[in-house]
């Protein structure tokens, strides 16, 4: 009996999604609207947070190695450094290789320099998290036979508070769409509720439970949340392939060597948020229009 009665409602929320297409076309264009607009939010924010991990990774700093080290102990302190939590990764730069690099710079007048290795070796090293680069260089510090220690603190701090800031940002956005949606969406499924109020009225009078009378219309939100959210993800995957090719076209991405998401990089977040926005909104839109008429 249990189940027929599941069966029932469930059925009941399938056949008012076609008999009342009317409401159920507003419905899927207003959610498609929000949930769009809240997709190209989306692919815009994590685009700007996978670009700022990109330039975290390529930020970092140079460690001098005393001039009279010995090369096993240049291998010993780059082993050191690659243990360190939040070392990305090491390059080493040979004498000779900060001697050619110095001569670049002279450029015509490079010969001055023939013959001079006077200059330090050094590593290279980035980092996986900015906001751990004062640990890593605190550690760097007390490895022995480490002399100077260059980097661009003022950079790092102006990218970490870029980052903190964006995301910041982007979880206000999210939330105000999430809440601008429920508000758009509960009212169009009001108008539905408000058609249907005579039904309703005669269920209750009957002796219908307001469980049994509210979850046809649940199901009903659901499903036109359901089908929102899979029309949307079309919609965001054409426009996103359409935008990001235009982009590499342009060659803006090699010229700053950054590199954006591919869609199918973002495919299944994407199709989690659009699957709990889809039911979330259905479901909290559906209760908030019932309430009124399921009052005693």
Known sequence: MKYNIIGYLIGEGFRNVFKNMKSTLACLGIMCATMVIFGIFFSIIENINHVIRQVEQSQGMEVFINFDASEERIEQIGEQIRE??????????SKEDALAQMKEK?????????GMLIFKPSYVVTFTDLTLSQQVEQEIKEIEDVEKITSSDDTVRKL???????RIASIIILVLLILISTFIISNTIKLTVHARRKEISIMK??????????WPFIVEGIIIGLIAGVI??????????VVTEKIVETSLSDMLNL????FREMFTMIIIVYAILGIGIGVIGSSISM?????V
Request: glycine letters at 12%.
């Open 232 to 241: 949307s993800l079309l919609i965001i995957g054409g426009l996103y392939n």
């Open 259 to 262: 590199s954006l998401l591919g």
């Open 205 to 214: 009078y009957v002796g219908a439970t307001n469980s049994f009378i509210r």
């Open 84 to 93: 360190i939590e939040g070392v990305n990764s090491i390059i080493y730069k």
């Open 106 to 114: 002279f450029g015509e007048k490079q010969y001055l320099l023939d």
């Open 291 to 295: 309430r009124k008429y399921l009052e």
């Open 160 to 166: 970490i508070n870029i980052a903190n800031g964006i």
